[in-house]
């Protein structure tokens, strides 16, 4: 009797959370807080992985050149099951009896990052921004078509006005642009009106339709970077004007993904940075929230330290981060990258999980069953959701691997 009252208890509480779902879809857009179209237009797994975001000053030519040619490996994607997600898993693991640690760490040796930022800004000592600029369109000149990562400037503050003007003057006259722009310390729709608006007018003079080192079709990825207890506070406002720009048609950029800027932000709060974060714990919670209900990847903030001990503890600040919903991590050196993929890659026992608990929701679906039990654990439509994003993610590996 009792295990009855319980599943008629559970019944009762699946109806009213359907009932209650429902009742949101009928709410107006502007009442759930969203902008319009958002979760239409910018959906997570859309948008190529972002794992961990490499720093290259672009003062200096000799990284610009190790950084485009550095030979990009599968990393944690090679362990991921790609096509046979969709289809239930088939593996394609080598038979030689090596455990899967042993595969990753191969996979990841050398591994390059997701995303290589070449940098105007802080990585650039003022007198040396103008060589920087030009190194930059140098690099993307002589960038191939369809480079194995995602190739990104980052421009001065719009704060900064012509220099930031002249950045992208210089970025966006390249034979080849970049896939992405990474603008730092954007403070609300203000400074996001310029960034469009300025994009725009560098793209308008050009003669011939640009084509991006990526070589894909489409507007240049924008990630925008939360650096102030203003710019936090106005995120929402500053993400949405992001959104409806470049959800107008014929937009020169599109709104992907943010970073949040942990050592310019513990600055603006008067705090200090300590190992563990915590001063900053409220900043990054609020932050990612944010980032995640307009459908947007969270770049996390960067850890500075190189030593051995650092980076152990960058390991496991990567994989908390990962645990919690961020989509990847800022890193300023090489060695930090494989870490960092690492942490935010799927395992083989997630993915295996996920297509059988996925495949398991699906049977009892069809059986008109909305919560039921699996492996000792009870599963409903949440749990269900959380598998399906390890695979999307599984997916989105798979493919970037395939496109090297």
């Known amino acids: 009797m009792a295990r ?21 879809q009928q709410q107006p857009q502007q009442r759930r807080g969203l902008a319009a179209g958002a979760a239409l237009h910018h959906q997570l797994h859309h948008h190529p992985p972002r794992r961990a975001m490499l720093y290259v000053p672009g003062s200096d030519e000799r990284k610009l050149r190790k950084a485009r040619a550095r030979p990009r490996r599968r990393a944690a994607g090679a362990r991921v099951v790609g096509a046979g997600c969709a289809a239930h898993g088939r593996r394609r693991g080598g038979a030689n009896g090596r455990t899967a640690r042993a595969r990753r760490a191969q996979a990841l040796a050398g591994v390059a990052a997701d995303c290589v930022v070449m940098d105007c800004e802080d990585g650039v000592a003022p007198a040396a ?60 729709p203000d400074d996001v009106a310029w960034i469009f608006d300025r994009v725009a007018r560098e793209l308008s003079r050009r003669g011939a339709p640009p084509r991006r080192v990526g070589g894909g079709p489409g507007p240049l990825a924008l990630v925008t970077m939360c650096e102030s207890a203003v710019a936090l506070l106005d995120l929402r406002r500053t993400f949405e004007a992001a959104l409806a720009r470049g959800g107008a048609g014929g937009a020169a950029l599109q709104l992907q993904a943010a970073i949040l800027g942990g050592d310019d932000l513990a600055a603006s709060l008067g705090a200090t940075r300590s190992a563990d974060n915590g001063e900053l714990a409220h900043a990054r919670g609020q932050f990612l929230l944010t980032c995640r209900a307009m459908q947007l990847q969270a770049i996390d903030i960067v850890n500075i330290d190189l030593s051995e001990a650092g980076l152990r503890a960058l390991a496991a600040e990567a994989r908390q981060a990962a ?67 390890v695979l999307a993610l599984a997916e989105r590996l798979d493919q970037q691997a395939a496109n090297e």
């Open 4 to 24: 009855l009252g319980l599943w008629g208890a559970l019944a009762r509480a699946a109806a009213a959370a359907a009932a209650a779902g429902a009742r949101r």
């Open 323 to 389: 645990l919690q919903g961020w989509s990847g991590k800022q890193v300023i050196h090489p060695k930090q990258v494989s870490i960092v993929a690492d942490a935010f890659s799927p395992t083989d026992a997630q993915v295996a999980a996920a297509v059988k608990l996925v495949a398991a929701a699906r049977e009892q679906s069809a059986a008109g069953r909305g919560a039921f039990l699996f492996e000792g654990r009870m599963i409903d439509a949440p749990t269900v959701l959380q598998a399906r994003n």
């Open 129 to 188: 921004k103008a060589d920087a600029r030009e190194a930059i369109a140098r690099a993307l000149d002589g960038a191939p078509p369809a480079l194995g990562g995602e190739a990104a400037v980052r421009i001065n503050p719009p704060s900064s006005g012509a220099l930031a003007e002249d950045d992208l003057a210089a970025v966006l006259g390249a034979r080849a642009l970049p896939d992405a722009l990474v603008v730092p310390k954007v403070e609300g």
